[in-house]
């Protein structure tokens, strides 16, 4: 649990390769990009190491996967209704079967 605000990619950057998180820089990635990494680093930085142990290519793909899916959730006529109805984004995407964890 975090009892502060963190800057995108700091939890990241803990768990990481200094010359992975240069290449999701360099690669464009978005701040929504820099949130799953965070994320995943919070709760479940073995892994994300694992991941990373794969190579970049697999580490991009399977961002990219989880990226898409949460993009296309959250812009979805149906999130507009639940966030108006005051759910959070992790309640939509749970109901909507959008696992956030990396396994």
Sequence with gaps: ???????PLEIACGVLKQETI???????Y????FRILDR???NS??????????GIMAFEERLNAQLYM???AYNSES?????QQGWSVYEFYE?????????
Excluded: N, Y
């Design 70 to 72: 949460e993009v296309d």
């Design 22 to 28: 240069h290449a999701i820089h360099e690669d464009g």
């Design 1 to 7: 649990m975090l009892d502060r605000r963190t800057e």
């Design 95 to 103: 109901a909507v079967g959008i696992d956030t964890e990396l396994r």
């Design 45 to 54: 930085p073995a892994a994300l190491k694992r991941l990373e142990a794969q």
């Design 79 to 83: 999130a507009r209704r639940a966030f």
């Design 30 to 33: 978005t701040i929504t990009a």
């Design 40 to 42: 995943w680093a919070l």
